[in-house]
């Protein structure tokens, strides 16, 4: 007897005989069939609020990163300017700019509203005028030419148009088109409008419906004649190599352009949109949190129906030696299995849709023969989706934290079981 009472020994946590009993527990037996309706209802939740969260915040950080590379790659960071006199020295500013470490272009142009005729019909557009290799280094449009070529833009004396507003127009490469600007030469009777021919040189495709339907571009020594500003341009665009970090820039690039110069940088010019973007993109994780927690609230109620069930088992196990710290084990294991496994298919099943986005709004719009996200309400020609991984984890960690936080009180509630009060009326 005193032989078998020295080599029994107490087993650690975690044993084997506890992940025995919660595994079997998590297996429905027909007695069971409701608590394990709601163990597959509480694992379909999680699955579910977690891969939600993923699409939806990639999908956000996506339109995110498109909308403001082509707003940014088009239109500059930091938009400088002389106060009150013609910006005739616009060559010397961008070579100082120029020298600021950091900056990576600045990008002389002039910029105006005109009136495009075709022989098929007439649009407003605004037209920008730039040398050919600053709209070279602009791999926003540069990149994107899908007819024609930049080659010769300088001397050519052709345009740049956008695909949406080719079609408007109904012009191909090699057409002519008109412009008419509101403002041209002062004659006895007022100001006549300004207007010229110009040959369709090349036609891009940004992206962006806003742009490829409102944005032409010209040499800066057309648009110089065009616009009667011999010798001047209207604004610098400058580009730095990293646009979160402006404000660090701001004071050597004011110093660099001097003191009778404005800046005004991308935030804020654009910063009704851009908080506009966070404010929703919080919210929305907010929102959808409220998904992952419902499920957790899930797993308590059916973690305290599978306890009341398994009152009887857990008084033979007291009565056979197992500890409360062993009983509580068992639980949090059966529960936390839940989440843990319905987190990891959430997971996969996020980055799964996320990889594929643009894949399945094709077959979606094929199926139901509608154009989903459409280009002139979403100002994006294809669906997208960033995987921060950032924010993929911290989705992950917090859902699991949620679901093992649940599994708490019912695993604490099972340890405090009385055996001889469950056994009484047995």
């Known amino acids: 007897m005193t032989g078998a009472a020295s080599t029994a020994r107490e087993t650690g946590p975690f044993a084997a005989f506890e992940w025995m009993l919660a595994l079997r527990y998590l297996r429905a037996r027909r007695r069971e069939g409701f608590i394990s309706v709601i163990a597959g209802f509480s694992f379909i939740g999680i699955m579910l609020g977690v891969a939600t969260l993923i699409i939806v915040m990639s999908v956000m950080n996506g339109f995110r990163k498109e909308l403001f590379d082509k707003i940014l790659g088009l239109n500059g960071h930091v938009i400088v300017r002389p106060l009150a006199r013609p910006f005739t020295d616009f060559d010397d500013a961008s070579r100082r700019l120029l020298e600021v470490q950091g900056v990576t272009h600045a990008i002389p142009l002039i910029e105006g509203q005109v009136l495009i005729l075709s022989p098929a019909t007439s649009t407003g557009a605004i037209v920008r005028g730039m040398r050919e290799k600053d709209l070279k280094s602009l791999e926003t449009v540069s990149n994107t030419i899908y007819f024609g070529t930049l080659d010769g833009f300088d001397d050519g004396g052709g345009i740049v148009i956008g695909s949406r507003l080719a079609n408007a127009l109904n012009v191909m490469v090699g057409g002519e088109i008109t412009l008419v600007a509101p403002r041209g030469a002062s004659t006895p009777f007022g100001t006549a409008p300004r207007q010229k021919r ?55 690039l004011q110093q660099a352009a001097g003191v009778d110069m404005i800046l005004n940088d991308w935030r804020q010019r654009n910063a009704t949109f851009y908080n506009t973007l966070k404010i929703e993109r919080n919210v929305m994780f907010m929102i959808l949190t409220l998904i992952v927690l419902v499920a957790a609230l899930n797993i308590i109620s059916g973690m305290i129906m599978l306890v009341k069930d398994k009152g009887r088992d857990i008084a033979i196990l007291r009565t056979m030696g197992a500890s409360s710290g062993a009983i509580m084990r068992v639980f949090f294991v059966t529960g936390a299995s839940i989440g843990v496994v319905g987190t990891l298919a959430g997971f996969l099943l996020g980055v799964l849709v996320c990889v594929n986005i643009e894949s399945i709004r094709q077959f979606v719009s094929y199926l139901t023969d509608t154009q989903l996200f459409s280009p ?40 405090r079981l009385d055996p001889v009060e469950a056994l009484r009326y047995e």
Not at 208 to 237: C, G, K, P, T, W
Not at 381 to 392: H, I, M, R, T
Not at 397 to 414: C, E, G, H, N, Q
């Open 198 to 252: 110009y040959r369709v040189a090349a036609i891009f495709e940004i992206g962006m419906s806003e742009y490829d339907s409102s944005i032409a571009f010209i040499s800066l020594s057309e648009a110089q004649r065009f616009f009667n500003l011999e010798a001047q341009a209207s604004v610098l665009e400058v580009m730095v190599a990293d646009p979160d970090r402006i404000e660090r820039l701001r004071p050597a």
């Open 376 to 415: 002139d309400v979403y100002f994006l020609s294809k669906l997208p989706a960033e995987l921060d991984w950032g924010e993929v984890a911290a989705v992950v960690i917090m859902a699991l934290s949620l679901s093992v936080l649940a599994t708490l009180y019912p695993s604490w509630r099972a340890a």
